[in-house]
């Protein structure tokens, strides 16, 4: 099976060339993706040898042809967005694991969706921002959807084999989404405030790129993954629970009519839902240390707190008012997020942003691609507006607390 990676030199690209190389007749890399690291797309490329080596940046991509060249590797080196979306629909490509972070992974991901590729997606925003444009283009065009995210793959694997988008049909009552709490889950609000990039991307359980890090933390995570839920089970947002599991050996689990609930389990290890896509029917060795249960012994579970994750209320919220307004929640968090990581706002002011661009900006209709990418260049305009003021020498206080779900 030829392979496209986008998003290789990170955290998802680098656990999927890890579940690859165990596998080497069975996947061929054919193309790498990523926004700017030539230092390690050049060792990517030595390593898998593939056809096409993609980057966002030109002087990278610049720099790493002439690595390539000087080592004498048969590598066609492409720069620039169109190329991304080039890498995700040549011929030749049977699958992409689309592992681009944000909404910059958007274009490519559809691109694959259009060239009616197998998408193994781990690119949640891509859905956050566009579900129905990225829903109804995987359909018209034959694409198949495997979910990487933990959860969603663990819902995909708890679900009938033959569902098709009808949860009562199915006979499914509720889809619960765990999550781990992050790295503050006991921690008081008072103590949020002074929560610095450094504590917020040490996630007790996983390791993971810095945006889905910080997400976890405030656990807008959950709330971006509560939309992939919706879209890629046609679920309603009512139908969508999210349980606190701080062990994260559950990983999430369907619930039926009858009362049976099914759930899958393994150790927290993205190489999992990996090789469970990329095999998907078969199974293959993933690396992944087997679970045992005896020295997990305690499964833990609890009602996630809204007043000190508002994040999570606010994407349920986008999520119901629907239209463009998930769009402008990805990308107020996203500016939001990058914001705190550059130390300019406190981290109790992430959920502050977005709540304030949600409620300035109008919700409209999604009818075309355009639609999406002007809500999301109004809501970072408004985000980027709020950060600079924020980040002012005399931050105002926020003072509104999100709403309820
Ligand atoms: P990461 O930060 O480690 O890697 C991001 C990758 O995207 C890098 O290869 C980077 O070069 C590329 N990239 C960033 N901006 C780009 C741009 N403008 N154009 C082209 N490429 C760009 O992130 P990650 O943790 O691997 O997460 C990737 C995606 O997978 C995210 O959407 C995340 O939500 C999702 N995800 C990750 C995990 C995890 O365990 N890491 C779990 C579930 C879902
Ligand atoms: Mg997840």
């Not at 694409?143 to 995210?149: E, F, G, V």
């Amino acid at each position: 099976m030829n392979l496209t990676i986008l998003g290789s030199t990170g955290s998802i690209g680098a656990s999927t060339l890890d579940v690859v190389a165990r596998h080497p007749g069975r996947y061929r890399v054919l193309a790498l993706a990523a926004q700017r690291r030539d230092d390690i797309l050049f060792e990517q490329c030595a390593r898998f040898q593939p056809r096409y080596a993609a980057l966002l940046d030109d002087d990278a991509a610049g720099r790493l042809a002439q690595k390539t060249a000087a080592a004498g590797l048969d590598v066609q080196v492409l720069s620039g967005i169109a190329a991304l979306e080039r890498v995700s629909s040549l011929p030749e490509v049977d699958a992409v694991m689309a592992a681009i972070v944000g909404a910059a992974g958007l274009r490519p991901t559809l691109a694959a969706a259009c060239a009616g590729k197998k998408i193994l997606l781990a690119n949640k925003e891509t859905l956050v921002m566009a579900g129905r444009i990225f829903m109804d283009a995987a359909r018209q065009h034959g694409a198949t959807l495997l979910p990487i995210d933990s959860e969603h793959n663990a819902v995909f694997q708890a679900l009938p084999r033959d569902y098709a988008g009808d949860l009562a049909a199915s006979g499914v009552r509720r889809i619960l989404l765990t999550a781990s709490g992050g790295s503050f889950r006991d921690a008081p609000l008072s103590a949020l405030q002074h929560v610095t990039p450094e504590q917020a991307c040490a996630h007790p359980n996983w390791v993971m790129g810095r945006k889905i890090s910080v997400d976890s933390s405030t656990m807008m995570n959950k709330g971006l993954e509560v939309i992939e839920a919706h879209w890629l089970f046609n679920a309603p947002a009512d139908a969508i629970e999210v349980v606190i599991h701080p062990q994260s050996v559950i990983h999430s689990l369907v619930q039926y009519v009858d009362g049976s609930v099914l759930a899958q389990l393994g150790n927290p290890d993205m190489r999992t839902p990996i090789a469970h896509a990329l095999a998907y029917p078969e199974r293959i060795e993933a690396g992944v240390e087997p679970l045992d249960l005896i020295r997990v012994a305690t499964l833990n579970f609890e009602a996630p707190d809204f007043a000190r994750f508002p994040c999570l209320a606010l994407a349920y919220r986008a999520l119901r008012a629907g239209g463009t307004a998930p769009a402008a929640l990805n990308a107020a968090n996203e500016i939001a997020v990058a914001a705190f990581l550059e130390r300019q706002i406190p981290f109790l002011a992430i959920p502050q942003v977005i709540e304030r661009v949600l409620e300035a900006l109008p919700v409209t209709r999604v009818a075309t691609l355009d639609d999406v990418l002007s809500a999301d260049t109004a809501a970072r305009a408004a985000a980027h507006e709020l950060v600079q003021r924020m980040a002012a020498p005399c931050p105002q206080p926020l003072s509104t607390p999100a709403r309820q779900p």
